[in-house]
Nanobody
Framework: QVHLVESGGGLVQTGGSLRLSCTASRRPYTSDSMAWFRQAPGQEREFVAAISYIGNTYHADSVKGRFTISRDNSQNTLYLQMNTLEPEDTAVYYC????????????????????WGQGTQVTVSS
């Protein structure tokens, strides 16, 4: 497993921006595919975005055009740039890692990830 630590959450007004970071350690990070999920109170964990170890990116329809996932392998860090935030984006955001290659949209399934961060709260006020 890889140890993941998220940061960058907070309180922001509607239309604002935040950038989440997730720093990885204890496994060659460059071979992992990474993702962001979020979970609002009383709801299931939801896929947000993913990036394969070769840099292919995938975004949920609900965030496409507003959120961007990226990674800096030299810093072992995953990012999620979130723009034009909406109250519906309020949730705890988690980063996740897997050594498995993505196939058939497997990146949307939490079950394929074997490492998770502790989560960071994002609250968007209306």
């Amino acid at each position: 497993q890889v140890h993941l630590v998220e940061s960058g959450g907070g309180l922001v007004q509607t239309g604002g921006s935040l950038r989440l970071s997730c720093t990885a350690s204890r496994r060659p990070y460059t071979s992992d595919s990474m993702a962001w999920f979020r979970q609002a109170p009383g709801q299931e964990r939801e896929f947000v975005a993913a990036i394969s170890y070769i840099g292919n990116t995938y975004h949920a329809d609900s965030v496409k055009g507003r959120f961007t996932i990226s990674r800096d392998n030299s810093q072992n860090t995953l990012y999620l740039q979130m723009n034009t935030l909406e109250p519906e984006d309020t949730a705890v955001y988690y980063c996740a890692a897997t050594a498995r290659a993505y196939s058939n949209r497997s990146y949307i399934r939490p079950q394929i990830y074997d490492s998770w961060g502790q989560g960071t709260q994002v609250t968007v006020s209306s």
